[in-house]
Structures are given as C-alpha cells and as structure tokens.
C-alpha cells in the first residue's frame, strides 16, 4: 500500500470540498488515514511549495494557503501516489476545468477564485511524488504525526 499527501486549500465552501474530495477518493478505493484541520504558519507554507522551481509562481500559494484554515490528510491504497494525482486533475485552472476530475468538478460547482490567487486556488493540493510526500508531512505535520508514515 502507498500513501499520498492531500491538503484542501482555503475556501468559503470548505465542507462541501472535503466531502465531495472524500467521497470521490473513497468510492476510487483509497482510505483516509489522517485528518487535521489547522491553520499553517510561514514555514510550513513555504516548505509546502519548497519544490516549486518558479519563484513567480511559490509566492502566490504561500500566501493563499495562510488565508484560512486547510484540512491535511493522509491517503492509503494501491498506487495512491500517481492515481490520487490523476482524480484530482492539473493544477492550471483551465486545464482543469476542461477535464474530468476533483479540481474540474469543485471548480464548476464553486466557481473561480479572483486574482491574484486564481491559479493558487485549486482547491486541492497533492503530493506529486513519494519524496514529495514525504517531504510535504514532515513540513506540514507534527512529529508525532508524520513518525507513524515514514519508515
């Protein structure tokens, strides 16, 4: 079994995102294994997006995801890594939109953010890879956390 890092970003219609990501990657067959609401300061925020290269593109998303309060949680099942990437869909909101998948879906039924945080609000963010992952709880989550996914 593989785990997968999913984090639903600010929204004003937050419950409704995290039961609409829940129920679409429970019928997929994945298991949520973590679950935390919180608030992230500077740094984690900032090691959230640590892997993006474009420093035009890092600060937007530093400073959205501070906004409000995110929900943190940790996915389990086969493939999860590449297959959760896959039903939540591209990070470009068009892209999006165009596809089917979670990010496209609570885009239709929620609507755009406005900028400067439009590309930042997708909703949803996921790891990308298992280093990623990895790398995503130790910064996001507490020790006693992350100590139980990291072998």
């Not at 609409?20 to 990657?25: A, G, I, P, R």
């Not at 429970?26 to 090691?47: H, I, P, S, T, W």
């Amino acid at each position: 079994m593989e785990r997968t890092f999913v984090l639903i970003k600010p929204s004003n219609d937050r419950v409704e995102v995290i039961r609409y990501v829940m129920e679409v990657l429970g019928r997929a067959g994945f298991l949520c294994v973590y679950q935390e609401q919180m608030r992230l300061n500077d740094k984690q925020a900032a090691g959230l997006y640590a892997d993006s290269k474009r420093e035009s593109y890092h600060a937007k998303p530093i400073v959205f995801i501070q906004t409000a309060p995110v929900v943190a949680m940790i996915w389990e099942g086969e493939d999860a890594i590449r297959r959760v990437k896959e039903l939540v869909g591209p990070t470009k909101v068009d892209e999006a939109m165009a596809t089917d998948c979670i990010r496209g879906e609570l885009l239709k039924r929620f609507g755009k953010a406005q900028p400067p945080f439009d590309t930042a609000a997708n909703f949803v963010h996921v790891s990308a890879t298992s280093e990623e992952f990895e790398s995503q709880i130790r910064v996001v989550l507490p020790r006693k956390v992350w100590a139980q996914f990291v072998e």
